[in-house]
């Protein structure tokens, strides 16, 4: 994997790609503190990248939404295997009942989930601020990613698997 240098132009497209990779996969994995261990869970997100946050819907009764009852340290992880598309986001998250928000993520598929409709009582939304992230990006095909490790095999190298980058939000 290749890393690039952080100059502004770079800064900007990295973060392009971060949002565009999170966007593309869709549902990540929420990941909380529950007592001493992490906990997680799949999660359909919408993000808003003018905002470095992500905004998902779920139950005020969930517990989930215990664990992030105060502003909480959490983490979102997508994967798309075939795609070769990984991102992981560190940073804080909170259970909000701002119900013009709720309203602006629901679609068909929050009904199937929520019958009580946008306005129901047990309806919140999990607002997860990011305040770090990391994406890798392999563009190259499995059968590629194979023949770069065996030209690698056994010399002071490492593979080219795509672009790997760390950012601050």
Do not use: C
């Amino acid at each position: 994997m290749t890393q690039n240098r952080d100059t502004t132009a770079d800064s900007r497209a990295a973060r392009e790609t971060l949002w565009r990779l999170v966007e593309d996969i869709g549902t990540g994995m929420l990941i909380t503190e529950d007592d001493d261990l992490l906990r997680g869970r799949p999660m359909t997100a919408t993000a808003r990248p003018e905002l470095n946050e992500l905004h998902m819907l779920t139950r005020r009764s969930s517990h989930k939404a215990v664990e992030l009852g105060r502003e909480a340290r959490a983490s979102l992880v997508f994967a798309e295997r075939e795609k070769g598309e990984y991102v992981s986001l560190s940073g804080a998250a909170q259970i909000s009942q701002d119900r013009d928000a709720i309203r602006a993520l629901w679609g068909p598929y929050a009904d199937a989930w929520f019958s009580d409709g946008p306005d129901g009582e047990d309806v919140a939304m999990v607002r997860f601020r990011a305040i770090r992230a990391e994406y890798w990006e392999t563009s190259t095909s499995v059968l590629k990613q194979a023949w770069q490790i065996a030209l690698s095999a056994g010399k002071d190298e490492t593979p080219d698997l795509g672009e790997q980058r760390k950012l601050r939000l």
